[in-house]
């Protein structure tokens, strides 16, 4: 099989992605306290990524669905490699809180923390949560798949839209809760699903298109949540959420840009390295951004805000990407890295 190097691609992109996403993300609760300029560059640099978490979802289930798979064998190898690095990176953020931020989480404390979702502390891993569950649904899901026609999958993902998406939307809009009961439909198993149809499907739309659905998806994005936060004064995530049509959207047209229109190879003694390193960048890039800010002073605070914004990812993704190299050339390295 020939590689995919658009998920390759990808992936990397993400991964920087998700790291301006925690970098800028501060500006966002400050719209009364800050210029609104510097609340417009925190909208600006967030909004454009709100793609990152749902697509590498489905790249997941680009790569993981419509194979053959033997249950124990496969939780071995994709659930261990997750949740052993995982539980590394929860220690290490709670170590680290105790001793060089004078904090004082208990052990029962932080046992129930990593169990309930990291109380806050590494609250950016509740991704591993919900891919781990992901994970154990999948040789069942992947089984599924195998019998179902298009139609059947069709329907599944259209369930999917309107239990995650539409009800919890018309719930927050109008204040109206619809009682058809579809949460087992809801959640992130429709990009998990979306990632392994849109893999294998082909679609005779311009790639360009493509990318002018993404571009109307992040400006509904940031002109929304624009206009929510000043109708609210304050921040409310309605136009953020990851499940949001607009958020949707963005996320379906990057995957299908990727796939029609970035399908090469750039760059592989870096783009190789990024992409293997790229797990264990983002379990460790939270406490990097922390140090940074708290430590050095180094974050969207600077002016002008971009600044700040960019110098800390920049530092924060090189210093993550060094770490995670250096880590993989230990012995059973995986087990910290993933």
Not at 19 to 36: A, C, E, M, N, Y
Not at 274 to 288: E, M
Not at 307 to 312: A, E, S
Request: charge should be positive; charged fraction near 10%; glycine fraction near 8%.
């Amino acid at each position: 099989m020939p590689k995919l190097y658009w998920i390759s691609n990808l992936r990397v992109f993400a991964t920087v992605m998700v790291i301006l996403i925690h970098t800028s993300g501060g500006g966002l609760f400050h719209f009364k306290d800050v210029p609104h300029s510097w609340w417009w560059a925190s909208n600006i640099v967030n909004g454009f990524g709100r793609f990152t978490v749902p697509v590498f979802v489905m790249i997941s289930g680009a790569l993981l669905l419509g194979r053959d798979i033997e249950l124990f064998s496969f939780l071995q190898k994709r659930f261990l490699r997750v949740w052993i690095p995982f539980t590394f990176w929860a220690v290490v953020y709670v170590l680290y809180h105790n001793y060089f931020e004078h904090g004082t989480i208990s052990f029962s404390k932080a046992f129930t923390d990593y169990l309930s979702g990291g109380g806050g502390l590494y609250g950016h891993l509740w991704f591993i949560y919900m891919i781990l569950g992901l994970y154990l649904l999948t040789p069942f899901v992947n089984h599924w798949l195998s019998n179902a026609n298009d139609s059947e999958i069709n329907f599944f993902l259209i369930l999917c839209f309107v239990g995650c998406c539409i009800f919890p939307l018309v719930k927050k809009t109008l204040g109206i809760e619809i009682k058809l009961d579809l949460q087992n439909f809801g959640g992130y198993i429709g990009y998990f699903v979306a990632g392994y149809v849109l893999r294998n499907r082909n679609f005779s739309i311009n790639k360009w298109w493509y990318l002018f659905a993404f571009l109307l998806g992040y400006f509904i994005t940031i002109s929304g949540n624009y206009y929510l936060t000043k109708s609210l004064g304050k921040y409310d995530n309605l136009f953020y959420d990851y499940l949001s049509p607009n958020s949707i959207l963005m996320t379906l047209s990057i995957f299908m840009f990727f796939k029609e229109a970035l399908n090469k190879e750039f760059l592989p003694a870096l783009m190789n390295p990024l992409d293997a390193c790229s797990f264990g960048i983002y379990l460790c890039h939270l406490q990097i951004i922390n140090i940074l800010s708290r430590k050095f002073g180094i974050n969207w605070i600077w002016h002008p805000p971009f600044i700040g914004m960019f110098v800390q990812a920049g530092i924060t993704f090189v210093i993550g990407f060094g770490l995670i190299w250096i880590i993989s050339k230990l012995p059973k390295s995986q087990w910290i890295t993933g």
